[in-house]
């Protein structure tokens, strides 16, 4: 369980808190769609709860440890249990399929054995896994550089599963893939959550999607929590309201002004 | 409009500039008038003297190995001070501004300052030269490196730290990949200008085939100079495409 208290986080420079003021709690098995305005403090949100932005004040609860009185190394080995996925993929470029998903187990090797890229049979059996279980059994050896987005998406859903991961962090992995394979990524993610009994949390720009997979929408706003509550709750009115649109659907019409 | 008024005040000063660097260095064309001077001059480099190849060829190896040495100490020296050059992996800022404050006093002495001082201790021969060549060249490398260490994506970097690995090894792992390519283009580029510099430090007493251009030189065997600077030429040449294979094979 993951508990957050009260988080706040202002950086330096800006007016505004990034976030205000943040309480939640998250359960297990639930798959958490987050929802809100480019800078209403999504990113952040996702950011603190690995440990990678430290809150200006609050506290971060994880198994009823709270990461503020956590040492650099014990932060660490949390987030080896947390997987992330990004908007821009975030491979390491010129490697190969296989050796990026094996960079997922990174966190529980010794820095020596990761640097000179000793991996046991076992080891490498473990990363075919997940790729075959991502799809892309036949790409292993292919550079990245050389996939299509949504291939790329699926070698960082494969890297974070080789975490072993409890939780799985997303900071919006569809934002920069075609409404089809963003829908296919998302499939594929809740078939991971569900697999593995995994407590999700993703940003994500698209409302549609959140509604289709989401056991529970977070909305943000100037970030506030604004909505809270089951998909099947989260009506029109709220997307107008966290969007500052006029009406819903507007993003997707074309406006002749 | 493509130019504005400021623009103009621009060209005025470049033009001030011009005026008083030509004044400065004595920059006179009419100086040509004596050109038969050069033609007769050169004209004692032809026919170039071919038995004494060998010997040169010997010395241009060891050019080479004065120059190869030189700058790939100072790579494997400087990649790993342009980590702690570099504002994204320092980690701390007072290692920050330690090293680029190291750096730039290790670049601001030219290599022959390096190559006299070195001289005193170590004698004549080639060693001299190598270390200075080493030392200007931690300087350099380290710091056209932390630049491409700045401007690399910081995305990988995230997620190495993302998937709990320890932070200068998130660092390294995710840049190191990204800056490759052109860290070889900067090095191959050095290894050239370390050739033209081992030259002069020939000059100095430093060996290889610079000392020998200043010896024959310095005793008017100009059909040796002549072949002297044939080799030279063709050394650094072959050096340059050597550097586009290996990089085009790397991209």
Not at chain 1, 55 to 69: L, T
Not at chain 2, 110 to 139: C, D, K, R, S, W
Request: aromatic share 12%.
């Amino acid at each position: 369980m993951l508990e957050i208290r009260n988080i706040t986080v202002r950086y330096p420079g800006m007016k505004h808190n990034a976030l205000n003021s943040i309480n939640l709690t998250i359960h297990p098995g639930d798959f958490v769609c987050v929802l809100g305005k480019s800078g209403a403090g999504k990113s952040t949100l996702i950011r603190c709860l690995n440990g990678l932005q430290a809150p200006s004040s609050g506290e971060i609860i994880w198994d009823g440890q709270p990461f503020s009185v956590l040492s650099d190394e014990q932060l660490r080995k949390i987030r080896r249990e947390m997987g992330m996925i990004f908007q821009h993929f975030n491979l390491i470029p010129r490697l190969s399929v296989l050796q990026n998903v094996l960079t997922g187990m990174f966190g529980y090797r010794s820095s020596f054995k990761n640097l000179i890229g000793w991996f046991t049979e076992e080891e490498q059996a473990q990363a075919k896994q997940v790729i075959a279980e991502v799809g892309l059994a036949d790409f292993a050896d292919r550079r990245v550089e050389h996939l299509s987005g949504g291939q790329k998406q699926r070698v960082g859903i494969a890297r974070a599963l080789l975490q072993k991961p409890r939780f799985l962090l997303g900071d919006e992995p569809v934002a920069s893939l075609d409404p089809g394979t963003s829908d296919r990524i998302f499939s594929l993610l809740q078939e991971m959550h569900d697999r593995r009994n995994l407590q999700t949390i993703i940003n994500v720009h698209d409302v549609h999607l959140a509604k289709r997979y989401a056991t529970r929408i977070i909305a943000l706003k100037d970030g506030e929590v604004v909505f809270d509550g089951e998909p099947e709750k989260f009506k029109d009115d709220m997307y107008v309201f966290i969007y500052d649109a006029e009406s819903y659907g507007e993003r997707s019409s074309i406006r002749l002004t | 409009m493509w130019f504005k008024k400021s623009s103009i005040l621009t060209f005025i000063v470049l033009a001030l500039f011009v005026y008083l660097s030509m004044r400065l260095t004595e920059f006179d064309l009419s100086k040509f008038k004596d050109f038969r001077n050069m033609i007769d001059f050169l004209s004692h480099w032809f026919p170039m003297d071919f038995s004494l190849l060998p010997m040169i060829l010997e010395d241009s190896l060891e050019t080479l190995a004065m120059a190869f040495l030189g700058s790939f100490f100072g790579l494997i020296i400087g990649l790993p001070l342009s980590f702690m050059a570099a504002k994204n992996t320092s980690g701390s800022k007072v290692v920050y501004h330690l090293t680029r404050i190291g750096l730039s006093f290790v670049r601001s002495i030219p290599e022959i300052v390096f190559g006299l001082i070195l001289l005193t201790a170590l004698g004549l021969g080639p060693f001299p030269a190598v270390l200075a060549i080493m030392f200007h060249n931690i300087g350099v490398l380290g710091k056209l490196i932390s630049e491409l260490i700045e401007s690399s994506d910081p995305g990988p970097q995230e997620a190495m730290k993302a998937v709990g690995a320890k932070t200068w090894f998130a660092s390294l792992f995710s840049i190191l990949p990204q800056i490759w390519p052109n860290v070889l283009s900067n090095y191959f580029y050095r290894f050239e200008v370390a050739i033209r510099t081992s030259l002069i430090l020939g000059f100095i007493g430093g060996g290889g085939i610079g000392q020998r251009l200043f010896n024959d030189f310095k005793t008017f065997q100009y059909s040796a100079v002549s072949l002297d600077v044939l080799v030279i030429m063709i050394i650094v040449i072959v050096v340059d495409l050597f550097g586009s294979y290996v990089r085009s094979r790397v991209i």
